[in-house]
């Protein structure tokens, strides 16, 4: 896995500003970093509903009646002229819905038979479709599909390419976990150079040997994450002007997915938050006896701060910058860094 440079921290006014614009969101924590992932760009068998064509059902129902099933046969009893009935058969063929005998007898299909008593059958094409994986944190990535259209590029580490075997486990996947995570339901099979191309009908298709080469190429995107109640949501940033993209995210997930993703939310722990603020007043100069005498207390979404009475009054700047919603601290937790507003308050007595 290649590491990902720190990004510089925005200003406590930057962090207001977001928060400001978070706070419909009710955001209980905040994650600041460059999110690193694989685009992967694969040829995918896809199976979409398509509506059955109402002359097709006709001559499929045909087929159910008992007589001659042949051209001829078919052509004196639907009355359709020999040209476009031998057409509607050859494309009933193609799909799956109908076949002939050694006698050149038709039939449905099982297929067929669905479709007339669905109204709908499954349509299979090949397309190239792009596919996101996230660094999860452990030995391999996670699916995620993302909206990211100003991702930086990435080396990929020599020593650890994409393993192909990451996507096609996701064929495997449940509806529920493919609908989280935004897996294409539709897609079904992926296809590379080594997979026979045909369809989930029997059916063949060709397909040149070039588009089913994969592509893999390592991205990075600086982001926000945002947890609201036990959702998150993933938010592209500008960091020449530290400007938040609220809309569209680039991911949002339910609690059961930010599960699954926890290396995105790291919890610092409270000796984390304290050592933070220590090297928050020493950039200060405030005197180490007076750093040890402040309380420092973790409550989501801020972090809440009692200062003895000397330290507060000394601290009027940043007591202001607590009023407006302009002091922050920052802590480091793995790739990324959580940031947290300060809430002032001065001992009592």
Request: aromatic content about 8%.
């Amino acid at each position: 896995m290649t590491a990902s440079p720190a990004p510089t921290l925005p200003s406590g006014r930057a962090l207001a500003g977001w928060w400001r614009l978070l706070a419909p969101r009710c955001p209980t924590g905040l994650w600041l970093g460059h999110l690193c992932y694989w685009r992967i760009e694969a040829l995918a068998c896809l199976s979409q509903p398509r509506p059955l064509d109402p002359l097709q059902g006709f001559i499929l129902r045909a087929l159910l009646l008992p007589g001659d099933h042949t051209l001829r046969g078919l052509e004196s009893r639907v009355h359709l002229a020999g040209q476009l009935l031998r057409r509607i058969l050859d494309a009933l063929r193609r799909q799956g819905l109908a076949v002939p005998d050694p006698t050149e007898s038709w039939q449905p299909t099982p297929l067929g038979r669905q479709a007339l008593r669905d109204g709908a059958y499954p349509q299979h094409e090949h397309q190239r479709r792009t596919f996101t994986f996230v660094d999860s944190g452990t030995e391999s990535p996670h699916f995620l599909q993302l909206h990211a259209s100003h991702a930086a590029p990435q080396l990929a580490p020599a020593d650890r390419p994409f393993d192909p075997a990451w996507l096609r486990r996701c064929l495997a996947q449940p509806a529920e976990w493919k609908a989280r995570f935004g897996f294409p339901l539709e897609v079904h099979d992926i296809l590379t150079m080594e997979a026979p191309v045909g369809f989930a009908n029997g059916s063949r298709a060709e397909v040149d040997p070039w588009q089913r080469v994969m592509v893999a190429e390592r991205e990075r995107l600086l982001v926000v994450v945002v947890r609201g109640g036990t959702d998150i949501q993933g938010l592209a940033v500008r960091s020449d002007a530290w400007q938040l993209q609220a809309a569209p995210p680039v991911f949002s997930v339910d609690a059961i997915g930010a599960a699954e993703l926890a290396a995105l939310t790291v919890e610092p722990s409270l000796a984390q938050w304290q050592q933070a603020w220590r090297e928050w007043c020493q950039s200060r100069h405030v005197p180490l006896e007076e750093i040890d005498a402040c309380r420092v207390e973790a409550t989501p979404p801020s972090v809440r701060v009692a200062v003895p009475a000397a330290v507060f009054k000394r601290l009027r700047s940043a007591r202001q910058e607590a009023e407006r919603g302009e002091l922050w601290l920052a802590v480091e937790t793995g790739a990324w860094h959580r940031l947290a507003p300060v809430a002032l308050a001065e001992l009592p007595g």
